[in-house]
T-cell receptor, first 109, second 117 residues
């Protein structure tokens, strides 16, 4: 079956760095997404990886290893506004998005 | 890099009206575009696959007459929500397939938040 695993909740300190991991198993693979979602709001697109490696975009970076079925989202210089849920989603061979349950990130002062 | 422009980003309309959402690939030709919708507290779901010059392929459970998709050119696809009702309120996002050098990938629009009153 198809499955996405990511931690349910993580806590980090303002100004620090946090890495949110995601492993996936899908029938076919056309890329992996990371979204940020604040409570009650629509998800915000953060990144899309289809090739192996690290892609950096400001304070956020996303890494993909297709051979390992693994990705992570790296957040640097954490700010209080980064407190949100982070959703990992893989695109399967039919271009359907397979979603993880999301990781709730709590930032403490 | 490749950019997909989706417009509008947010729309509020009255029940019974129709709303059109545009998705443009700005610097590449996209023979295939995809339309997704997020249901409340659920994941983004693929609604339809749009191929330039042909009819869109809809996923099971998606009403073709309700969600009209037109892909008239290689850079533009539109989604029209006809006779919108409050239950159509959702987040809609498009994506376009493109790229060169054997590294084809999807590029996503920024999404449209539709609120039907």
């Amino acid at each position: 079956g198809q499955n996405i695993d990511q931690p349910t909740e993580m806590t980090a300190t303002e100004g620090a760095i946090v890495q949110i991991n995601c492993t996936y198993q899908t029938s076919g693979f056309n890329g992996l997404f990371w979204y940020q979602q604040h409570a009650g709001e629509a998800p915000t697109f953060l990144s899309y990886n289809v090739l192996d490696g690290l892609e950096e975009k400001g304070r956020f970076s996303s890494f993909l290893s297709r051979s390992k079925g693994y990705s992570y989202l790296l957040l640097k210089e954490l700010q209080m506004k980064d407190s949100a849920s982070y959703l990992c989603a893989a695109l399967d061979s039919n271009y359907q998005l397979i979603w993880g349950a999301g990781t709730k990130l709590i930032i403490k002062p | 890099g490749a950019v997909v422009s989706q417009h509008p980003s947010r729309v509020i309309c009255k029940s019974g009206t129709s709303v059109k959402i545009e998705c443009r690939s700005l610097d590449f030709q996209a023979t295939t575009m995809f339309w997704y919708r997020q249901f409340p507290k659920k994941s983004l779901m693929l609604m339809a696959t749009s191929n330039e010059g042909s009819k869109a392929t809809y996923e099971q459970g998606v009403e073709k007459d309700k969600f009209l998709i037109n892909h008239a050119s290689l850079t533009l696809s539109t989604l029209t929500v006809t006779s919108a009702h409050p239950e159509d309120s959702s987040f809609y996002i498009c994506s376009a397939r493109g790229g060169t050098g054997g590294h084809e990938k999807l590029f996503f629009g920024s999404g449209t938040q539709l609120s039907v009153l």
